[in-house]
């Protein structure tokens, strides 16, 4: 089974900092989620990535495969931004079924 | 743009009981996903769905489970007898197949076992 391990677990930052969270993971792995989950506690899916880097506006997620690592940047933080981020791995092989991590808080203030 | 729904938003009962969790995933969408998440803790894989049958479910997923798609809308998660440690945050998920980036989580029905 598949151990998933992010840090930090809270980051308080200034608006308008680089924000980085990484998510380790202990087997290797085909794809790899970056989720966002809002006070209120619903959950968006932000990226699926399998290689490389993507970009989704300030958001940028990078994975490194061999080193079994990925982080999440957000450039420019603003406090909407402030929410817990997930990073999950499949379980058992299916890109559906997840194991996820317990989360980082992300708190930008103003 | 296209949601999961699920209903109720928040349920309250007594332990022992049997509750239904309901969702309507999006309508074109083949695979289907239960979560839990314990209040403070990590979300958790229960079972996943997929024609008809459940495909793959995690330790979590007991006897006390189960799940069926009653008339190709509606998903639902079934807890025959609650326990107290069955209270949590439910979400349910799907995705159109497994290459598809994005999984469509639902707002999630909190389940309160007194």
């Known amino acids: 089974k598949n151990e998933v391990e992010q840090s930090p677990q809270n980051l308080t930052a200034q608006e308008g900092e680089f924000i980085t969270i990484n998510c380790s993971y202990s087997?290797?792995?085909?794809?790899l989620h970056w989720l966002q989950q809002h006070p209120g506690g619903g959950i968006v899916s932000l990226f699926m990535l399998s290689s490389g880097k993507k970009k989704h506006g300030r958001l940028i997620a990078t994975i490194n495969i061999q080193e079994k690592h990925s982080s999440l940047h957000i450039t420019a933080s603003h406090p909407r931004d402030s929410a817990v981020y997930i990073c999950a791995v499949p379980y058992g092989g299916s890109q559906g079924n997840l194991i996820f991590g317990k989360g980082t808080k992300l708190s930008v203030k103003p | 743009e296209p949601e999961v729904t699920q209903t109720p938003s928040h349920q309250v009962t007594q332990m022992g009981q049997e509750v239904i969790l309901r969702c309507v995933p999006i309508?074109?969408?083949?695979?289907f996903y239960w979560y839990r998440q314990i209040l403070g803790q990590k979300v958790e894989f229960l079972v996943s769905?997929?024609?008809?049958?459940?495909?793959?479910k995690s330790e979590i997923f007991d006897d006390q489970f189960s799940v069926e798609r009653p008339d190709g809308s509606n998903f639902t998660l079934k807890i025959r007898s609650t326990k107290l440690e069955d209270s949590a945050m439910y979400f349910c998920?799907?995705?159109?197949?497994?290459?598809?980036?994005?999984?469509?989580f639902g707002p999630g029905t909190r389940l309160l076992v007194l």
């Open positions: 087997v290797g792995i085909s794809a």
């Open positions: 309508s074109n969408h083949l695979y």
């Open positions: 998920a799907s995705i159109v197949d497994r290459a598809q980036e994005t999984q469509y």
């Open positions: 769905f997929y024609n008809n049958e459940i495909s793959e």
